[in-house]
Structures are given as C-alpha cells and as structure tokens.
Antibody, heavy 117, light 108 residues
C-alpha cells in the first residue's frame, strides 16, 4: 500500500531553515495527485502549509508563503519542505500527505520539529 | 479563507455510547467535507469523505452527514479503539486545505 515517511532534523535553531523530506513508497509521485505538508501545534491545531502537484505546480498557505518552498523529485520519489527564518512558533509536528482531490490519504506518521537555540 | 469550527473540543463517553461531533464551515462547501481519526504517534486516518461516504475498511459504526455549512460525524456503539482525536477538513478549495480544531474523545 502507499506509505509516506517524513525525515529531517528534529531540532532547528531560530532564524535558520527547517528542511524536511517525505519519502513515498507504493506509488509513483509522478503519476499524479497532490503532495502536501501539514503541521500541528497545540495552539493552532492543524495548519496546511502547502501542496505540490506532480507537475511541480505549488500552492502555499498565504500566511506562510513568504517563507515556504515545496519541491518534488520524481527520480527519488520524494518531495520536500523548506521553511526559512524559523521561530519558536514553528515548533510543531510536521506531516506529509497525499491529496487525492477531495480527501487526503494517506498521511505520514509525522515528525516533531523543535525550534530552539 | 474558509474557517472550520468543530465542537465540542473534547468529550467523555463510555464504551457502547453514541457520540456526535459537529463541524461548521464559514461558508458553503457543498459536500467537500472529510473526517479523520488521529491517535498519538500514528498517522491520521481517513474515515469519511464527501461528507457521508465511508472510506474503505472503516467500520460501519462511523457515519457522516450534512451539506452546505453544517456537518456531523456520528460514532455508534463506541468501541475501546475509538478513543482518539477526530477532525474535519474542507476540500472545497482544494488543493488548499483547512481543518477543524479537533475533538478529543476520552473514556468516561
């Protein structure tokens, strides 16, 4: 079955760049669908960060757009998130997921990223 | 932006109870509403899509209803494995997504 797995540093210093990768197995990301990043914080709940289509077209949350870049690498079947100039407010559980048009399925298990010096 | 308001934020229930969770959209989203179950340490799981369609493999005690702005998730005969957090999501504006704040279902 399709599985997604997030990876990346669990600790990032303030003002630096958060970089995460989502590895997809059981499905070729070049075949279609949207691939997205979502984060969860105690204070704001679930927040959509952005999505990328197999073609490379991106969509970003307007509140994060100036700091986010999502990219896709079909050769490795992965997509990535970069979030620049992080602060403590970016401390969250980060999830990657596949968007199948009208719903998201599946999700990754998530990875906790803490922003701290 | 479409806002999703979910209630209650938490509830306590016993095994065998029927529980109802509501989700309200700030504007009409037709039936572009999904429900997910989330347990700590696990990936969120899709339960209901398009407001009332049961995802493959999901027990029939889960059901969804509603359209427009008001939606409901009902869990009939609550089972021990159902204690989790449930959240709604609108995909009317897909591929941009908005989520409800979540409802934690706890054991009474």
């Amino acid at each position: 079955q399709v599985q997604l797995q997030e990876s990346g540093p669990g600790l990032v210093k303030p003002s630096e760049t958060l970089s995460l990768t989502c590895s997809v197995s059981g499905y070729s990301i070049s075949s279609g669908y949207y691939w997205g990043w979502i984060r969860q914080t105690p204070g704001k709940g679930l927040e959509w960060i952005g999505s990328i289509y197999a073609s490379g077209t991106t969509y970003y949350n307007s509140s994060l757009k100036s700091r986010v870049v999502i990219s896709i690498d079909t050769s490795t079947n992965q997509f990535s998130l970069k979030l620049t100039s992080v602060t403590a407010a970016d401390t969250a559980m980060y999830y990657c997921a596949r968007g199948r048009g009208v719903h998201i399925d599946p999700w990754g298990q998530g990875t906790l990223v803490t922003v701290s010096s | 932006d479409i806002q999703m308001t979910q209630s209650p934020s938490s509830l306590s229930a016993s095994v065998g109870d029927t529980v109802t969770i509501t989700c309200r959209a700030s504007q009409s989203i037709s039936n572009y509403l999904n429900w997910y179950q989330h347990k700590p340490g696990n990936a969120p799981k899709l339960l209901i899509y398009a407001a009332s369609s049961l995802h493959s493999g999901v027990p029939s005690r889960f059901s969804g209803s509603g359209s427009g702005t008001d939606f409901t998730l009902t869990i009939s005969s609550l089972q021990p494995e159902d204690f989790a957090t449930y959240f709604c999501q609108q995909t009317y504006t897909s591929p941009t997504w908005t989520f409800g704040q979540g409802t934690k279902v706890e054991i009474k």
